[in-house]
């Protein structure tokens, strides 16, 4: 099955510094790649999500890009803001109908101001 | 959007009891949802899937005689944990995708989770 590895565990910068998290993904069956932001206690939020067939998509300061070769994916958060401090896991899913997402062991980001 | 509603949110209880968490999609049928615990500090771990009129799919190391699904109509599943033990306790997530978009690359929807603390 899926194994969806992410790095790193915890990740600390300044407000308005950029911060980047990275996913490997197993299964080259895999085409849908969602970054999910949690607080605690609460649910996961879908913050921005890419299909096999794009490279990139960019949301105002959040941004994700997709290597399928290398079976790899990226979140990039640019001007980082307090209220960006969360933990952030990425997914991957197999296009078969009824397939779950499978996660990242997440990371907790942390911006000081 | 799409919703989805879990139920209870909170629960606390002794040791034996049962404990069933209700999952519902407020505005769109799933003919697939998905059950995620999550421990502290931990990610979502995938328990199981539940499949509407079907027994459910089990993952590897979840024992499906404790963990009971139900997806008795489109809306609905649930999940009971039996004779629930301290090690049980856990976050327990549901999630599901709307049936009439098709394919796994469709956002899923996530419950508001169930906290379950066994005393």
């Known amino acids: 099955g899926e194994n969806v590895e992410q790095h790193p565990s915890t990740l600390s910068v300044q407000e308005g510094d950029s911060a980047v998290i990275k996913c490997t993904y197993s299964?080259?069956?895999?085409?849908?790649f969602p970054w999910y932001k949690q607080e605690l206690g609460k649910r996961p939020q879908l913050i921005i999500d890419?299909?096999?067939?794009?490279g990139e998509k960019k949301d105002q300061r959040i941004a994700v890009t997709l290597n399928k070769t290398a079976k790899h994916f990226s979140l990039h958060i640019t001007e980082t803001q307090p209220e960006d401090s969360a933990v952030y896991f990425c997914?991957?899913?197999?296009?078969?109908?009824?397939?779950?997402?499978?996660f990242g062991k997440g990371t907790t980001l942390s911006v000081s101001s | 959007g799409a919703v989805v509603s879990q139920h209870p949110s909170w629960v606390i209880c002794k040791s034996g009891t049962s404990v069933k968490i209700e999952c519902r999609s407020l505005d769109f049928q799933a003919t697939t949802m998905f059950w995620y615990r999550q421990f502290p500090k931990q990610s979502l771990m995938l328990m199981a899937t539940s499949n509407e009129g079907s027994k459910a799919t089990y993952e590897q190391g979840v024992e499906k005689d404790k963990f009971l699904i139900n997806h008795a109509s489109l809306t609905l599943s649930t999940l009971t944990v039996t004779s629930a033990h301290p090690e049980d306790s856990s976050f327990y997530i549901c999630?599901?995708?709307?049936?009439?978009?098709?394919?796994?690359?469709?956002?899923?929807?996530f419950g508001d989770g169930t906290r379950l603390s066994i005393l």
């Open positions: 999630s599901a995708r709307d049936a009439r978009r098709g394919g796994s690359n469709q956002p899923q929807h």
């Open positions: 299964d080259s069956a895999s085409n849908y």
């Open positions: 890419i299909r096999s067939n794009v």
């Open positions: 997914a991957a899913s197999t296009g078969q109908a009824g397939t779950a997402l499978i």
